[in-house]
């Protein structure tokens, strides 16, 4: 690519953090946050979303709305990427476990935040795509793998944190048993083609689990593993 298109997706990407930080105020009375941190802004600001998705989405791969990445399969826009990573609370060196590859996109910002990303995908195509893109961009430490995230990864449990960017109806019990004591699982909850509502659940020292509801939200459902019928 030539340095006039790289130097203009670097001012969309710019632009991209401006709007996430506007939608982030504008639902703080939701959420309870008025900014992001700055590490999950910076890791934003530095992954090639353009490169993640479809040729023919990307021209609008900056914009702050959902795109399609074919197959059926819709990825949320960033700032609900920005939200739900800031949720998860990565430190350098953390475990993290992703159900729903999609474009790899989300993989790419956990790993900038120096996490060992494991990362799960139902759809083979789609799996398949994401890691060649990924490997493609450097991303060679994210590990990626055709399954169904609704077993989870035990060979590779426990884990800090776990995301879920598609929504079953309830938590997978699998999720939260392979989360570490004090880790936090990050997920939409709700119906196909219903209210759905972005939650935080926190495993605590002592074993106990608590949900805090974070925003209500539209994710694809989440398939298999008896998640929900198709
Ligand atoms: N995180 C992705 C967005 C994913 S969209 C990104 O950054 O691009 C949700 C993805 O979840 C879809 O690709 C869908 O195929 C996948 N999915 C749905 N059910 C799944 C399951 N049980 N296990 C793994 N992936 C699943």
Do not use: C
Not at 108 to 130: C, D, F, M, N, W
């Amino acid at each position: 690519m030539d340095a006039e298109a790289q130097e203009r997706y670097a001012a969309q990407r710019q632009l991209m953090i401006e709007e996430i930080a506007r939608t982030t105020r504008e639902t703080a009375r939701e959420t309870g946050r008025t900014a992001l941190s700055d590490r999950v802004m910076q890791a934003l600001a530095r992954v090639p979303r353009h490169r993640l998705v479809p040729a023919a989405e990307e021209a609008d791969a900056y914009r702050n709305r959902p795109l399609s990445i074919g197959l059926g399969q819709t990825i949320s826009q960033p700032f609900i990427v920005a939200l739900m990573t800031d949720l998860l609370e990565v430190k350098p060196g953390h475990s993290v476990l992703e159900i729903g590859t999609g474009s790899g996109y989300q993989a790419a910002v956990l790993a900038e935040l120096g996490a060992k990303v494991h990362t799960i995908e139902i759809v083979e195509p789609l799996g398949r795509e994401a890691a060649n893109r990924l490997k493609a961009l450097g991303y060679s430490g994210i590990e990626t793998r055709i399954g169904d995230g609704f077993l989870g990864w035990p060979e590779r449990a426990p884990f800090d944190s776990i995301i879920v960017t598609a929504a079953p109806a309830d938590v997978p019990p699998e999720l939260t048993r392979q989360l570490k004591l004090g880790g936090r699982l990050v997920i939409p909850l709700g119906p196909e083609s219903g209210a759905q509502t972005l939650y935080v659940i926190e495993k605590r020292l002592d074993g106990g689990v608590v949900r805090r509801p974070v925003l209500a939200v539209r994710f694809v459902p989440l398939t298999g593993g008896g998640a929900r019928p198709q």
